[in-house]
């Protein structure tokens, strides 16, 4: 089972910005895509952005393109999202989540193709 611990969320003016952290099990390292995804109160949750599990390849929500970055490090077993321009709209909570993956394989960002969940940190974007 892997285990996946979010961090970084808070309370952000509009226009802030903010960086969540999603520490992994070791061996996810080299096995498994991660992913991004959000849920706000009465909604479904969505995939904001995905990366593989080489790193090498990344997709994201429309409607955060060009505002959030994922990147991800092996050495630290970490995936981080930053989160720039950030609007009202973005307040959810968000969850980071593995799936593995063989490398030819294309990337993905549904959340029911992940598996694996941490429990979650609260993101609020409010003046």
């Known amino acids: 089972q892997v285990r996946l611990v979010e961090s970084g969320g808070g309370l952000v003016q509009p226009g802030g910005s903010l960086r969540l952290s999603c520490v992994t099990s070791t061996f996810t390292t080299n096995y498994y895509a991660i992913g991004w995804f959000r849920q706000a109160p009465g909604k479904d949750r969505e995939g904001v952005a995905c990366i593989s599990r080489g790193g090498g390849s990344t997709t994201y929500a429309d409607s955060v393109s060009g505002r959030f970055t994922i990147s991800r490090d092996k050495s630290r077993n970490t995936v981080w999202l930053q989160m720039n321009s950030l609007k009202p709209e973005d307040t959810a909570i968000y969850y980071c989540?593995?799936?593995?993956?063989?490398?030819?394989?294309?990337?993905?960002?549904?959340?029911?193709?992940?598996?694996?969940w941490g429990q979650g940190t609260q993101v609020t974007i409010a003046s």
């Open positions: 989540a593995a799936k593995r993956t063989i490398l030819t394989a294309p990337l993905t960002c549904a959340s029911s193709d992940y598996t694996d």
